[in-house]
């Protein structure tokens, strides 16, 4: 099975400053037929479920803002907030879909305001 | 838009069983694979299951293969979670999840979820 480990496991920032969150998988998650890194985030807050913010680790889900991006390839991966607004509060996880069954999750990132 | 409503919570001794459900609307239920994903309380995201948009191919995590059995029925728009000899460990917040695609890929949408206590 493919592990996922995200880093670290909390940070604060202020507001307006960048967060970044790691996420590394234990093989590579890029399909050379298609060159697509099969890696996904997802934003949970506070007391909601889960929301796919990001797919093929750079692509934006509908309605996303700008200001969150997703960057890397292979087995590295990062999620950065340019510019961390109170909306942004929430744990986030990635996932790998490569290797399937199972599909495996990061162990989360908890983003805070500092 | 698309609803994903879950449904079949509650409490339940150790051993027991519970039936879950997760209706589905705003789109063509038939045409994509669908997960089970839970979440303990206060821990991160678990996958629990998946199957196939025609029910062909079902897989399972190894924590709850040979408990559990996820199942569809496509003219209800209807996921179900099957939950046997449940443990304490299987406490959570089961949340149903679309795929993206037929076959398994990313999850698109998620329900609001269902909260599951084994009790002892």
């Keep these: ?32 037929s298609n060159n697509k890194n099969y890696l996904a985030w997802y934003q949970q807050k506070p007391g909601q479920s889960p929301n796919l913010i990001i797919k093929w680790a750079s692509t934006r889900a509908s309605g996303v803002p700008d200001r969150i991006n997703g960057s890397g390839s292979g087995t590295d991966f990062t999620l950065t907030i340019t510019s961390l607004q109170a909306e942004d509060v929430a744990v986030y996880y990635c996932q790998q879909y490569f290797t399937n069954p199972p599909w495996t999750f990061g162990q989360g990132t908890k983003v805070e305001i500092k | 838009q698309v ?24 789109f063509s239920f038939s045409s994509f694979g669908f997960h089970w994903v839970r979440q303990a309380p206060g821990k991160g995201l678990e996958w629990v299951a998946f199957i196939r948009y025609d029910g062909t191919y079902k897989y399972y995590a190894n924590s709850v293969k040979g408990r559990f059995t996820i199942s569809r029925d496509n003219s209800r728009n209807t996921l179900f979670l099957q939950m046997d000899s449940l443990r304490e460990d299987d406490s959570a917040v089961y949340y149903c999840a679309k795929d993206s ?15 599951v206590t084994v009790s002892s």
């Excluded at chain 1, 493919?2 to 909390?10: G, R």
């Excluded at chain 1, 967060?19 to 890029?30: D, E, M």
């Excluded at chain 2, 609803?3 to 705003?26: I, P």
């Design chain 2, 101 to 115: 695609s037929r076959f398994g890929e990313f999850l698109s949408s998620w329900g609001q979820g269902t909260l």
């Design chain 1, 1 to 32: 099975d493919i592990v996922v480990t995200q880093s670290p496991d909390s940070l604060a920032v202020s507001l307006g400053e960048r967060a970044t969150i790691n996420c590394k998988s234990s093989q590579s998650v890029l399909y050379s």
């Design chain 2, 3 to 26: 609803q994903l409503l879950e449904s079949g919570g509650g409490v339940v001794q150790r051993g027991g069983s519970l039936r879950l459900s997760c209706a589905a609307s705003g």
